[in-house]
């Protein structure tokens, strides 16, 4: 079984970015192995992410072939979780974005890519982040990407519609119909949609999906004996089964099977699935 030693830490992202940042992470990966790829899994969330990397190649299988990435890549919302794939020890800045708000943010085009390329002037960043994170001065490597990302969002005219949206999604965690989310917004539903699809590629009710989802992963994640019909309940599927076909739809298993894995997770210090738990307001 495949092992692995996790540093994480995360960072609010600055007021002036608090409508297009949801937070700024550090993470530090070290496998057994030296020799051979050891894999890592991301399950779908809400959210948008630019890494950087560094140490390690960071590769994909793809088609069947292992492909490495460039850093940095953006892992834009899944359907489906990814496998990742390393040696040794790798360290990564992650910039976890709203997925309605980076591509104008980035001046990007939307798209439904699940990891992308990311072809923009960001990428200058690499080679002063390296350098940065080879001498352990993470903070201030941070601070570089945070002065990045403050000048780029005062260029940047964020649609009021879409954050007004986004944030009563977020209130929500998923739960509500689009039609509350529009009145939120003070749109029409067909305005609101066709606006959320431009900025971010997918529909509102695309992402309230994920970020409901997201919502029971990480409740199980945390507290795998919590009760899947409670949880049903509690955050608006119809039923128990409901939520099991939509758990599995992102996750590729169902409610109870990954409750049993962070359950063995719990118990043993070795991980052989590692995901992301953010911390909602």
């Given at each position: 079984?495949?092992?692995?030693?996790?540093?994480?830490?995360?960072?609010?992202?600055?007021e002036e970015l608090s409508d297009t940042i949801k937070c700024f992470w550090y993470n530090i990966r070290r496998s057994d192995s030296k020799?051979?790829?050891?894999?890592?899994?991301?399950?779908?969330?809400?959210?948008?992410?630019?890494?950087?990397y560094f140490g390690s190649d960071c590769s994909?299988?793809?088609?069947?072939?292992?492909q490495v990435l460039p850093s940095?890549?953006?892992?834009?919302?899944?359907?489906?979780?990814?496998?990742?794939?390393?040696?040794?020890?790798?360290d990564i800045i992650g910039i976890r974005c709203f997925p309605w708000a980076v591509f104008d943010l980035l001046g990007l085009p939307?798209?439904?890519?699940?990891?992308?390329?990311?072809?923009?002037?960001?990428?200058?960043?690499q080679s002063i982040l390296n350098t940065f994170v080879q001498e352990g001065k993470i903070e201030e490597a941070l601070t570089c990407i945070?002065?990045?990302?403050?000048?780029?969002?005062?260029?940047v005219a964020i649609d009021t519609m879409l954050y007004k949206a986004?944030?009563?999604?977020?209130?929500?965690?998923?739960?509500?119909?689009?039609?509350?989310i529009a009145d939120a917004a003070h749109a029409t539903i067909r305005t609101l949609e066709r606006k959320f699809k431009h900025s971010s590629g997918y529909s509102v009710k695309d992402v309230s999906g994920l970020m409901r989802f997201?919502?029971?992963?990480?409740?199980?994640?945390?507290?795998?004996?919590?009760?899947?019909?409670?949880?049903?309940?509690?955050?608006?599927?119809?039923?128990?089964?409901?939520?099991?076909?939509?758990?599995?739809?992102?996750s590729g298993t169902s409610p109870a099977a990954f409750a049993r894995k962070a359950m063995k997770r719990k118990e043993s210090i070795n991980q052989d699935f590692i995901t992301f738990i953010q911390n909602r307001k």
């Open positions: 079984m495949e092992s692995f030693m996790i540093e994480h830490q995360e960072f609010e992202s600055p020799e051979e790829l050891s894999g890592f899994e991301v399950v779908p969330d809400g959210y948008a992410e630019i890494i950087f994909i299988s793809c088609d069947g072939n292992m940095p890549f953006m892992i834009g919302l899944l359907n489906h979780p990814v496998l990742f794939y390393m040696k040794d020890r790798l939307s798209n439904k890519k699940g990891v992308r390329i990311v072809e923009h002037p960001i990428v200058e960043l945070k002065e990045y990302f403050l000048n780029a969002r005062s260029q986004g944030a009563a999604m977020r209130e929500a965690g998923g739960t509500v119909p689009v039609s509350r997201e919502r029971v992963r990480n409740q199980l994640w945390l507290y795998p004996d919590s009760n899947i019909a409670s949880l049903a309940y509690d955050l608006g599927y119809t039923d128990q089964s409901h939520l099991s076909k939509e758990f599995k739809r992102y």
